[in-house]
């Protein structure tokens, strides 16, 4: 996760003309931004304002998928009045929650090549960290909560206030428990998420989501020999050639040539490794060596 801090700490030489509040929800399975937006959309409004004036940036877009109706309807009633502040509808496609995507289709810009979209002339945020962020400015109180989506095999599937620090274990039985045991828990939705090995680990600020899988849900596939029918290409919303990259790091270990494939561009989104039918594991693998890359940048 990019420090929110950081994002609104505009550099020297840079412009931001539009700010961006995410209510595209980026993960499969989850809703908690869903029931942010239906519940609170006025904490949204201030922590937008509030957004807008540090940065000086006199508009901002609430971009909100049209699979939700409910939260489009309670944001198109709270903007009003609030002057630069708009509600756009997108189209429902996975994954719309990047910042990348998003910001290609509210304003049809797109983030360079290793850039930020910064270079695009926007700041992107989510809605929950706006929310947050008038919590901190108008009633002086930190994030020790957030909005966390329990879902999959438990009794009664919710979206839970929960303190930073619960355990997954807690949240669960808060939701009844489980219907069968666990064949495995994800922190975050069923794409992008990381497996956990027991329900002790507790939940994070940067947790979303808790999504428990059945054994019935949960098939291991060998990996198999890539047979080139091009579908984790077509399937890349960054136009990357996903098994081009993971042959390069696997069979040369070559690092400056995963980088002049743009590796770095990589959302890891899992789209790649979902549609592959080698059962190659892509994206997993593509993570791996960007994060070393992204590391080697920092310690120089």
Do not use: W
Not at 117 to 131: F, M, S, Y
Not at 181 to 196: E, L
Not at 209 to 235: N, W, Y
Request: one cysteine or more.
């Amino acid at each position: 996760c990019f420090p929110t801090h950081a994002k609104m700490m505009i550099p020297e030489g840079k412009h931001v003309d539009t700010l961006i509040i995410n209510g595209a929800e980026c993960e499969t399975f989850l809703t908690s931004d869903f029931r942010l937006m239906v519940e609170h959309p006025e904490r949204i409004i201030q922590g937008t304002r509030l957004a807008m004036r540090a940065m000086d940036i006199d508009r901002a877009i609430i971009g909100i998928e049209d699979n939700k109706p409910e939260a489009i309807e309670a944001m198109s009633k709270a903007v009003h009045g609030h002057q630069g502040i708009e509600v756009a509808v997108l189209k429902t496609k996975y994954p719309q929650g990047g910042e990348r995507y998003i910001i290609s289709a509210l304003l049809k810009r797109e983030v360079p090549s290793g850039g930020l979209p910064l270079d695009a002339h926007v700041v992107v945020l989510n809605v929950g960290t706006v929310a947050a962020i008038s919590d901190a400015v108008l009633e002086g109180r930190p994030l020790i909560t957030r909005i966390v989506t329990v879902t999959g095999v438990v009794q009664n599937p919710s979206n839970l206030r929960v303190r930073v620090g619960t355990s997954i274990k807690d949240a669960v039985e808060f939701c009844g428990g489980y219907t069968e045991p666990p064949a495995r828990i994800f922190y975050g939705g069923s794409m992008t998420g990381i497996a956990v090995p027991e329900d002790s680990f507790p939940i994070t600020k940067a947790n979303n989501g808790v999504v428990v899988l059945g054994e019935k849900q949960v098939t291991d596939h060998k990996e198999s020999p890539c047979i080139r029918c091009g579908r984790c290409v077509r399937a890349c919303p960054t136009r990357l050639n996903p098994f081009q990259i993971k042959d390069v790091l696997d069979n040369m270990d070559d690092l400056d040539g995963a980088e002049k494939l743009h590796i770095t561009d990589c959302c890891v989104c899992g789209a790649c490794s979902y549609v592959c039918p080698a059962r190659r594991t892509l994206s997993a693998s593509i993570k791996a060596g960007r994060d070393v890359i992204l590391a080697r940048r920092m310690a120089k």
